[in-house]
């Protein structure tokens, strides 16, 4: 069978041949049983998860904007009330008392992504038939989902993709016999809904989303809540699914369509909400959800079935294809189905090539699930069945969200990196109000969970949350942080000058206003947490809330550096950079623990949980600059900090750590966890905080649950292994960059090359190759010119680069003309 489908992978190269790699596919002899087997789609809005059932098929569907509930009032004034009262606690050493007071300081809890629906296919005749072979796939250069059988003479094939250009997803059901295609399409939810069909030959599935859902985590009587009153809040949603049946005969009653000996048939499916931003109800001010999902599918129904594919793939590939990546291939593999290849791999046999695809499947997944216009991919990207799902498939702002879009620039994505950057400008709009009413203070705030009503208060339900997760003020400083990295990789000054600084600066009025003096000289955050991690206190109690936390330090250093060298590079506000600067030289500094390791907090306290899955106080090393080989000592105690952290955890854990490992220059130790990172784990429904995490059937990250931002973490974290960049902005305003080729390969990839990795200071490596664990060969090309230091190993060369300039250094780094 595997010919036949590698006969339908071939073709639809629009932007140039794809560069020499294994073939980048996942494969599966045997339908999915469970959704974590399912094969994803998307295009950043709408989302498909292909299960492949021969006599029945499952799409499981989601819109990206389809949330519960709408917009609120989440800020507490009473947390300004308390403050004082938890700074006098932690001032006097109360850490016990300040815990206990944060709680006062909490705000409700966010709301839930919600699942749109299920299209359902049902075969019937040979269609539908015992199949003698039978084949599944995703293939990741083209974004399509195949499904392919045999039932007698007859070869069935299903292909699937979610188109941006055209903005539907397409079903394509073909057969090499005539005649032979008969099936019935019905449609459901979970949510509220009715379905109908126009009486002709589309399906239309209306529903309703909850006024309110409780998060999973939270057990309560009525978790799940409509609005039954008149003009109801909640948002209304709708499915439209049209039939295009070439030859046989579409007929339509009730609420399903029916395709009988059709030679060929086309599904185009619409979908909508009346989500009219974070400011707007979706009940009462919503947009017309049936225009807006009509709108994509008059326009697609009057397109060829070629030419939504041709445009598909032009979208996609132009993305997709930027990077290519060769680890080395092992025999057989590419014969072997996915779940196979993870169980040989888990057995100790090398598989070079399942790396490369697990980093390819990052950079697919980041473009089906963030494009420009739509809201930033959630904890599951944009694809959840569930109307409660792993906390909420929010963005979850102490690690996750940041994470998800650690690959977008490094893995020449940064167009997926617009939905990220477009909700911090919202989230500083609200975080401004929150500051203001919760802290009484200047600037922007966001706190542990957002939702696409862009909340920015802490969530906790005012004093049922634990502050080790609830209370956590930091988010507005580290999103900004993703502005000027988005400058530092492009160089775009007008994107600078226009969109971040302003909230940049926003965040770090926030992070002054916060900062409280210690009384000995230094700047503290108080009540400070490092995230969701307890101590014991020096009485034998446990706490969370104290003051310094190193996350909250280094992420404070990391945004006023970013602040400070924006203001360099536009040459504006000279009084707001002298006060960072001066607040900056007083941040509480980063102290050495009586283990050697990187202290967590600004008292050398020790954790409740040993090998915490959160190493947030290596925030520095990765994704900061603060601490690097520069400063031997806390860069020993930081990777310490590494040691006594473990090689285990949950997906993003483990991927963090591939990050952590890269940057301490140790690629055999960064391979460990992409080892982790690639064990299979089985979906039995569990969640889990401890080890185990790693990959599904479908390579979903498990953390377990399915969470996303493991896969995301892997691409990231591998890109970090072959290659690193570092910009500086001198006083004068000058850039100089830094690069560093392989600093982290480890001896199970010795030979192999990258194309198209991205570099801070505009830079891209266009070819990356190396053989015999050193480097062979490298191309630097620069779109904006500018001067860089290209370092391997010992060894540094000084370039400067006219705009579009390409220069290649051979394995000492000599220019090869
Ligand atoms: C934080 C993490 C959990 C999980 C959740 C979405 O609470 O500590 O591991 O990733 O976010």
């Known amino acids: 069978m595997r010919h036949l489908l590698a006969a339908a992978l071939v073709g639809g190269a629009t932007t140039g041949p794809l560069p020499a790699q294994e073939p980048l596919r996942l494969r599966y002899t045997e339908p999915a049983r469970r959704w974590t ?29 389809l949330w519960s509930g709408g917009p609120k009032d989440w800020n507490n004034p009473g947390a300004r009330e308390v403050l004082p009262q938890v700074r006098a606690a932690i001032f006097s050493g109360d850490f016990v008392k300040a815990t206990e007071l944060a709680k006062k300081m909490q705000g409700p809890y966010n709301q839930s992504y919600q699942p749109l629906g299920d299209l359902r296919l049902h075969f019937s005749g040979e269609a539908g038939g015992n199949p003698s072979s039978y084949e599944r796939g995703l293939d990741l250069d083209r974004a399509v989902a195949t499904v392919r059988y045999r039932v007698g003479d007859a070869t069935f094939t299903r292909e699937v993709f979610s188109t941006f250009p055209d903005q539907v997803i397409v079903v394509r059901l073909t057969c090499d016999q005539p005649g032979r295609i008969g099936l019935g399409l019905s449609a459901d939810s979970p949510l509220r809904y009715a379905v109908e069909t126009d009486g002709k030959d589309t399906l239309v599935l209306r529903g309703r989303a909850p006024s309110h859902v409780d998060p999973s985590y939270l057990s309560s009587k009525n978790p799940i809540r409509y609005d039954d009153g ?9 499915l439209r699914v049209r039939v295009r049946a070439e030859g046989g005969r579409v007929t339509s009653g009730g609420a399903s369509l029916t395709v009988a000996k059709a030679d060929a048939v086309t599904l185009l499916l619409s979908a909508a909400t009346s989500f009219n931003g974070p400011h707007k109800s979706p009940g009462r001010e919503g947009r017309d959800a049936t225009a807006e999902a009509l709108r994509p599918l008059e326009a697609a129904a009057k397109t060829t079935d070629a030419d939504l594919m041709a445009r598909h793939l032009a979208d996609h590939q132009k993305l997709f294809r930027r990077v290519a990546l060769d680890l080395g291939s092992a025999p057989g593999a590419a014969e072997l189905t996915t779940d196979a290849r993870l169980e040989r791999f888990v057995r100790g046999e090398a598989d070079p090539g399942l790396a490369a695809l697990l980093y390819q499947y990052g950079r697919y997944l980041l473009i089906a699930s963030s494009r420009p216009g739509g809201p930033p991919a959630n904890l599951q990207g944009i694809w959840n069945e569930s109307m409660r799902p792993p906390w909420s498939s929010n963005w979850t702002l102490n690690i996750n969200t940041e994470m998800n879009y650690w690959p977008a620039e490094v893995a020449n994505l940064a167009e997926t990196h617009e939905p990220l950057l477009a909700f911090i400008e919202t989230l500083a709009v609200n975080g401004r109000r929150t500051a203001e009413v919760n802290y009484g203070a200047r600037g922007w705030v966001a706190h542990h969970n957002a939702d696409i009503w862009a909340q920015t208060a802490p969530v906790g339900n005012f004093g049922f949350g634990d ?4 209370n956590w003020p930091m988010s507005g400083a580290w999103l900004s942080t993703h502005l000027w990295e988005h400058y530092a990789f492009g160089r775009d000054l007008a994107f600078l000058r226009d969109r971040a600084w302003p909230v940049m600066k926003a965040a770090a009025e926030f992070g002054l206003d916060w900062l409280v003096d210690d009384g000995k000289g230094h700047l503290v955050t108080a009540p400070s947490t ?34 400070l060298e ?52 290596l925030f520095g090393v990765y994704p900061g600059r603060q601490i690097t080989a520069a400063q031997p000592a806390l860069f020993a105690a930081a990777r310490r900090a590494l040691e006594v952290r473990g090689d285990d955890g949950t997906g993003w854990s483990l991927g963090w750590k591939i990050n952590l490992w890269a940057r301490f220059r140790d690629g055999d130790h960064a391979y460990v966890l992409v080892k982790n990172l690639l064990r299979p784990v089985y979906d039995d429904g569990r969640t889990t905080y401890g080890p185990g995490g790693g990959v599904y059937a479908n390579l979903f990250d498990a953390h377990p649950p399915f969470q996303i931002d493991g896969n995301f973490a892997f691409t990231s974290g591998v890109s970090e292994m072959l290659a690193q960049s570092r910009l500086s902005i001198a006083r004068n305003g000058k850039a100089s960059s830094e690069i560093d080729l392989l600093p982290a390969l480890p ?19 266009a070819e990356l190759a190396w053989a015999n664990k050193g480097l062979s060969k490298v191309t630097v090309h620069s779109p904006v010119g500018g001067s860089v230091r290209v370092r391997y190993g010992a060894r540094a060369v000084d370039l400067a680069m006219r705009p579009g300039g390409r220069v290649i250094l051979g394995a000492d780094l000599t220019r090869i003309p």
């Open 37 to 65: 087997e399912a094969l994803p789609v998307g295009n950043g809005r709408l989302g498909a998860m292909v299960f492949g059932g021969v006599g029945s098929e499952r799409l499981q569907l989601n819109e990206a904007t």
């Open 230 to 238: 008149p003009n109801p809040e909640g948002m209304t949603f709708e």
């Open 467 to 470: 502050p080790k997760w609830a």
């Open 530 to 563: 490092s995230p969701e991690l307890s101590f014991h206190t020096p009485e034998g109690k446990e706490a969370s809330v104290t003051l310094a936390a190193t996350m909250d330090m280094s992420i404070l250093w990391e945004l006023f550096s970013d602040c």
């Open 566 to 617: 924006a203001l360099r590079v536009l040459g504006v506000e000279p009084e707001f950079g002298a006060r960072l600067e001066a607040a900056r030289a007083k941040l509480y500094p980063l102290r050495i623990g009586a283990r050697g390791q990187l202290q967590e907090w600004a008292h050398d306290l020790m954790e409740t949980e040993v090998h915490h899955r959160h190493p947030s106080h």
């Open 747 to 765: 001896s199970a990839w010795p030979a192999g090359s990258v194309r198209g990795l991205r570099m801070r200071g505009g830079f891209e490596l």
